[in-house]
């Protein structure tokens, strides 16, 4: 059972809409989603629009944006299937996602999605916590001209994000959001300074690279993933005080992502050519600028290890059937997870390897695959309930009718209700089932169902190719010796500059001051 992990939250209003008194606005929503997902994988747009030809590389990036503007729309209508047919889901629910899958397909597929979705979002908050330390050992070397060891900085760093962590969900530390975004922003329109002050140095032409089949799909799954981010969505939507116009937050988000990723992708082929960057950082020919646009990504991603790692630790608490109010066992459970991220991250200081594999899996199944395969089924079975609701209230006007409730498929309990309560919220339907996949596909719309297909066979397709490719990238890969087994074998010492810089240019020889070649 689920409800006696839940707190009601959820009533209907005049106008038969779910609404909460307590959450964010859609706009606020908006911001949250846009700075959730917008953050490091700006700075790596650039070089994956030129690899793709430049203008086809921008029209993937235009149709990845629909694409996942759409899947974070029919997510949310799914999510505001469940609420309608069942009422537990009006209370707080620390698995919403997973709900979906279950409510879809069944028992099977709702423990695989807490399966990739637990180590997806760990396993980013790893990736986060690496890149962190990484740039604020880099900050310490720049600036101070000390070498403080990495290893230690990951132990401060996890110390200073473990308090955030105790917050409940999303609507409890909203303001991290905020400031991520806003440091995400500092940064592009930073980059974009930079970029347009470049341009008249360099002096270069934009042509378009020579087309190759592996790099293009590489760059595909990156462009893909830069615009993934679901995982968190439904229990963002379930924070809101109108989950109805989560539609209208997914737009804004990705609209907002859109007048990011776009500009700074055009304007960075048009000054650097070919000697773009794989980070456009490094490309930035004002040392000022490269600096600071350093800080605020750590920034970022700083607070973004607060918001991805959240959904882990509420899961856990589920799963361990710790209460809901701020305790013990919440600061013993979420404790522990950061413990856990901090070895791990001892354990891998190069983090990058595997975390190319899991973004290649996770991102493509629970952005675009997921939300596809869960709204087919769950929109028939909306289909079906809402009729049957339509003839109880017909047949059964102004007398009580017994209802059947059931709280697990397969499972039910007689309750007898009032018509009267039908304006409080419908009722369900007895044993509701899954719908087989394929009534539901044969009952779907032509046009949606061809939208449906092209997005996934288009993420089905680059998630393939973009794991092979991340297999080889992890196969060949060089780790570094463990933290914590170092005194075996040290890490070599490296010399050069912290962030370098390329050389821009026609011929690859100009820049402001010291510069390497491409």
């Keep these: 059972m689920l409800d006696e992990h839940c707190k009601p939250i959820f009533t209907y209003d005049g106008q038969g809409k779910l609404v909460r008194e307590r959450g964010m606005s859609w706009v606020l929503t908006g911001l949250f989603l846009s700075g959730e997902m917008a953050g490091a994988g700006v700075i790596a747009l650039p070089i994956a629009v030129r690899s793709l030809g430049f203008y086809t590389g921008l029209l993937f990036m235009a149709c ?3 694409m996942a503007t759409y899947t974070a729309t029919i997510l949310g209508k799914s999510w505001l299937i469940l609420q309608k047919h069942w009422p537990m889901y009006r209370y707080h629910c620390r698995d919403p996602y997973a709900q979906i899958g279950y409510r879809a397909y069944g028992t099977f597929v709702k423990r695989s999605v807490e399966i990739i979705l637990n180590i997806g979002y760990f396993c980013c908050a790893v990736l986060l916590l690496v890149i962190v330390s990484k740039n604020v050992n880099d900050a310490v070397k720049q600036f101070f001209k000390v070498n403080f060891d990495f290893c230690f900085l990951a132990v401060i760093v996890t110390g200073v994000i473990t308090p955030f962590c105790y917050l409940k969900s999303p609507q409890e530390f ?23 002050s470049d341009m008249e140095l ?3 032409t934009l042509t378009v690279p020579d087309f190759n089949v592996m790099n293009a799909f ?5 462009i893909l993933f830069a615009y993934g981010g679901h995982a968190c969505f439904p229990t963002v ?13 997914s737009v804004l988000a990705y609209t907002l992502m859109s007048l990011l990723y776009f500009p700074l992708s055009i304007v960075a082929n048009m000054a650097y050519n070919n000697n773009l960057n794989s980070s456009v950082i490094n490309n930035l020919q004002i040392d000022w600028i490269q600096q600071t646009v350093n800080l605020l990504i750590t920034a970022h991603c700083m607070f973004a290890v607060i918001i991805v790692i959240n959904p882990a630790m509420q899961s856990a608490e589920n799963f361990l059937k710790a209460p809901q109010e701020f305790g013990v066992s919440r600061v013993v459970i979420r404790s522990a997870l950061m413990l856990i991220a901090l070895v791990i991250a001892e354990t891998f200081p190069e983090f990058g390897p595997l975390m190319g594999l899991l973004g290649a899996t996770v991102v493509s199944t629970t952005s675009f695959l997921f939300p596809v395969l869960f709204y087919i089924p769950l929109r028939e079975m909306d289909q079906q309930l809402s009729r ?5 209230s017909i047949n059964s006007k102004n007398r009580r009718i017994s209802v059947i409730e059931d709280d697990t498929i397969g499972t039910k309990r007689l309750n007898l209700t009032p018509v009267s309560s039908f304006n409080n919220g419908p009722t369900r339907a007895q044993k509701i089932q899954p719908v087989p996949f394929g009534d539901a596909l044969n009952k779907m719309p032509r046009r949606e169902l061809v939208i449906l297909f092209f997005i996934f066979l288009t993420s089905f397709v680059i998630m393939i190719v973009s794991t092979i490719s991340a297999t080889h990238d992890l196969a060949t890969a060089s780790f ?30 100009i820049s402001r001051g010291g510069c390497i070649r491409k």
Excluded: E, H
């Design 64 to 66: 990845s944006a629909l």
């Design 174 to 196: 909203w303001w991290a959001i905020i400031i991520g975004m806003l440091c995400t922003l500092t940064a592009v329109l930073l980059s974009m300074g930079g970029v347009i």
């Design 202 to 204: 360099c002096q270069d």
């Design 218 to 222: 590489t760059s595909m799954g990156s």
């Design 237 to 249: 939507q379930s924070d809101m005080t109108r989950p109805y116009k989560f539609t209208y937050s």
């Design 388 to 392: 049957k609701r339509l003839n109880w």
């Design 480 to 509: 570094k010796m463990p933290c914590y087994l170092r005194w075996l074998r040290d890490w070599p010492q490296t010399s050069g500059p912290v962030t370098p810089i390329y050389c821009c240019g026609t011929y690859s020889n």
